[in-house]
């Protein structure tokens, strides 16, 4: 595996010029300046000897939470520098990786008072890489092929399905369109270990309407927290290849998304049935109408139950607000125009109506792309 730009890879000494533009970004941005040379040079030393270095807490804090500053497809980035932080570099085996991924989802979903949280496992280090969690999301909901080549549950799944049953899951008889799947974790040598997630780890909203009774006879409902984790942290050179995080659903990435996209739950069909509308043809604007109708249920019940969630229009304009305050502290907002701009009412938001600086594959600290 070869390094990206900025850090080495899982076998590789940590690049000391990386590790040097990020002291000086933390010492410049809320370090002590006087303190930088030392610094550097305690790090320099650590490098050579042993081809890494270990981040102070505060270095840590800082780099994961600027990370999140930079990432170019998140609408929420107003309260980066909130990211709470769980400091478990200690930790390496897949089962305790697996336990404090549990009391991460316990711990950041409060009762549905959801708070952004990261949990930083062990580093790559050259030769003795750190653990990985497969599962793109710490809840995933299993998806089964069905005979016909249809899928029960969600069709994004299918293969982490497969491969949970691999390793041993015994899925629930019958399955449904919600089982919550295992998190699956790789230690430093490959081998990967399956471990269940408690169902009082799993806060689920069951979706209803505020008009239409008949919408909770669909037996829909979403998690509440959205918590990546198969994407490695970089800060400094150093890469964090197990750090799951989360912030709060915005409702479109539920409603207009993961019930609502053909490849996934595909209800708009379902929901445009229910509400008469007649799909004879996109001109009748079903799909809009059915997906208005999708969101609206989702706020409600998210609402219902009290679990933090965002709409689409409040975020935008938060967004800007941070777009501002960066441009003011003189720093670059990159911003993924597709991801930004929410996928119902584009038009309607502030969001929609600019460009954004773009993307770049060298910005360090960052989330990055799986495999990677």
């Not at 000086?24 to 650590?46: K, L, M, N």
């Not at 497969?162 to 449904?176: C, E, I, K, Q, Y």
């Not at 960066?326 to 996928?343: F, L, M, N, T």
Request: with cysteine.
């Amino acid at each position: 595996m070869t390094g990206v730009p900025g850090g080495g890879g899982r076998d590789e000494p940590v690049e000391f010029a990386a590790a040097e533009d990020f002291l000086r970004q933390f010492h410049s941005e809320i370090g002590s300046p006087t303190a930088y040379d030392e610094r550097v040079h305690a790090v320099r030393a650590e490098i050579d000897e042993t081809g890494t270095y270990e981040h102070t807490l505060a270095e840590l804090t800082f780099g994961a939470r600027v990370a999140w500053r930079n990432a170019a497809r998140c609408i929420g980035r107003l309260y980066w520098n909130s990211l709470h932080i769980r400091d478990r570099r200690s930790l390496s085996v897949p089962s305790d990786v697996a336990a404090e991924s549990i009391a991460h989802l316990r711990e950041s979903t409060r009762g549905g008072r959801i708070r952004s949280t990261i949990t930083v496992f062990a580093p790559d280090r050259p030769g003795r890489p750190g653990p990985r969690i497969v599962n793109e999301q710490l809840i995933r909901y299993a998806g089964y092929r069905r005979p016909d080549g249809g899928v029960l549950g969600d069709p994004r799944s299918v293969d982490l399905t497969t491969r949970a049953v691999a390793l041993g899951w015994d899925r629930p008889s019958p399955p449904g369109p919600f089982d919550v799947l295992p998190l699956l974790v790789t230690d430093g040598n490959g081998a990967t270990s399956r471990y269940d997630v408690p169902r009082d780890a799993v806060l689920e909203v069951p979706i209803s309407h505020p008009e239409y009774p008949w919408f909770a006879e669909l037996g829909l409902r979403w998690h509440a927290v959205p918590a990546i984790s198969n994407m490695p942290l970089e800060i400094g050179g150093v890469r964090y290849p197990a750090a799951p995080f989360n912030g709060y659903y915005v409702g479109t990435e539920v409603g207009a998304r993961n019930l609502a996209d053909a490849d996934r739950y595909d209800m708009l069909p379902t929901v445009a049935a229910r509400l008469g509308l007649d799909t004879t043809s996109a001109r009748t604007m079903w799909k809009d109408r059915a997906l208005v109708e999708l969101v609206r249920a989702v706020h409600h019940s998210f609402d219902q139950a009290g679990v933090t969630m965002a709409d689409h229009h409040t975020e935008s304009e938060r967004f800007l607000t941070h777009l501002h305050r960066e441009e003011r502290a003189g720093r670059r907002c990159p911003a993924d125009w597709s991801w930004i701009v929410p996928p119902m009412s584009a038009s309607t938001t502030p969001v929609f109506h600019r460009y954004y600086d773009e993307p770049r594959a060298d910005t360090r600290p960052a989330y990055l792309p799986v495999d990677s």
